[in-house]
């Protein structure tokens, strides 16, 4: 449960000036092109800083697709959109600006398109990747409390929202499919929602060990959690490893470090139903899936990537892990050789595969209406734009991020759960 986390780098985008060649501007349509502009700048500003708060945060996010919304959706009248069902219609206005941004795995090199969907996915990602950076903020700390950790737990499960929104609402409506490989590749997202969802549930796993649940359900969660960061890692594998190697890697620790875990409260379980033989399978399991994490830390400590450079071995969770289960296993060994006379199977016990309790899901993210300064009347103005043509494409600096403090002490608990 040592929520070590690796965290991409923010996307990087150029500054959008939303300038519309009108023949007659209003000054409705002078306000909503400078309201644009400002709000962009100013989301994009407050996101640097994983310190921020998300009441801080999500109504300057929300502010933002309020103002976009007239370029992404039609705008109706009163008695229309009371009428309207379901999904709007597109915008007329979808394709009027050209929006840059790079993207995770493909470098500093922009990618462009002349659609505003594009623009809202893009732009979502970064938010959720704040949530992802302000969760490892809040973890960080010396000292976390309850409160904190839930907090976690929430802010992780928003990003988990933010992801699954852009994959099922946004990329259908793009205009054309996003390059192989950039944010808005499906498996990216798949990546990216699996993610978050194990590291929340890490926080389940690690209330549960400090509650002292029973052996069985800590062990279905841990399972559960290890295949996710699993399934993450999978699914990133038929990318290049030069851009993908330490998010991988990071992945497949974790996955293993899960691993481990769930074997070793297999193995307490499975010693409490007198399965001596069972118990000692599943020890030597977990102990070998934390050598496995071990080697896997010191891969990914050596791997020159976006993300900060940790040593996850080096955490107070791995420390107090190996010494559990060497306790745990020699118990067996004793118990085994004085009492029960098991044979040790060649088969390694089969872990639960599916928890009872604890499973985490995203929290659904809704894109509220239009801001009140759209009506039919700018709408009706604008519509009038001429698509725009293809600019050339640029090399950008990476965001300077605010740094997030990381704490040098051990946790002051049973399982030695910290996040970072």
Known sequence: ?????????????????????????????????????LSRNRLLELIKNPNNSSDTIEPAFHSYLSLLYGFIWEINSAAEETECVGRPNPSKLRNVLIYKWTHTLL????????????EAANMSMNVGLWFMKHAAMIAAKDDINLNEAKDVHTMLRRAAGIFTFVQTEFLPQLANPSPLGSDLDPRILNAYVNQCTAEAQEVTVARAVELKHNASLISALANETSKLFLDAAN?????????SAQWIKYLELKAAFY?????????????AMDKCGDAIK???????????????????????????????????????????????????????????????????????????????????????????IWNLDIYRTLSNLTPAKTEKE???????????????KDPKNASGCILQ
């Open 394 to 408: 640029q090399n950008l600096p990476p965001v300077k991020e605010d740094p997030v403090h990381q704490t040098s």
């Open 259 to 271: 691993r481990s875990y769930a074997y070793n409260y297999c193995g307490e379980n499975l010693l």
């Open 107 to 118: 470098g500093t090199n922009t990618y462009s398109s002349a659609d505003s969907v594009y």
């Open 282 to 372: 599943a020890l030597q399991e977990s102990e070998a899936s934390l050598k496995k994490a071990k080697v896997l830390c010191q891969e990914y400590g050596k791997i020159n990537g976006p993300a900060p450079k940790v040593k996850p071995d080096q955490h107070a969770v791995f420390k107090r892990l190996a010494p559990i289960v060497k306790l745990t296993l020699d118990k067996c060994n004793r118990e085994n050789g004085l009492i029960y006379h098991h044979l040790i199977p060649a088969e390694v016990p089969a872990l639960d595969t599916k928890a009872t309790f604890g499973l985490v899901s995203p929290i659904d993210f809704q894109m509220q209406s239009h801001n009140p």
């Open 1 to 37: 449960m040592a929520h070590w986390f690796h965290r991409n780098v923010l996307k990087a985008t150029t500054n959008q000036k939303f300038e519309l060649k009108i023949a007659n501007p209003t000054n409705a349509t002078r306000k909503l092109c400078s309201d644009l502009r």
């Open 235 to 243: 699914t990133l594998r038929p990318f290049k490893p030069e851009i």
